[in-house]
């Protein structure tokens, strides 16, 4: 039971990463996206462009080894 709800405060965790992540960066709180499913393919990019930038720092640390 305790491993149980280890792993689900972890995934909360990350899922609060990712938002806070989104709002501070691209303040997707501030979005006022009029147009039908802007506001749905705006945080897929978002999501898209927060990967690519942390898939990146993880290759240039790499390189930097």
């Given at each position: 039971?305790?491993e149980?709800?280890?792993?689900?405060?972890?995934?909360?965790?990350?899922?609060?990463?990712?938002?806070?992540?989104?709002?501070?960066?691209?303040?997707?709180?501030?979005?006022?996206?009029?147009?039908?499913?802007?506001?749905?393919?705006?945080?897929?990019?978002?999501?898209?462009?927060?990967?690519?930038?942390?898939?990146?720092?993880?290759?240039?640390?790499?390189?930097?080894?």
């Amino acid at each position: 039971w305790k491993e149980f709800l280890r792993i689900k405060r972890e995934r909360w965790a990350t899922e609060n990463n990712l938002r806070w992540m989104l709002d501070i960066a691209f303040r997707e709180d501030d979005c006022s996206a009029i147009a039908k499913n802007v506001d749905e393919i705006m945080n897929t990019l978002r999501k898209t462009g927060l990967t690519d930038a942390e898939n990146l720092q993880r290759i240039q640390m790499r390189y930097e080894e």
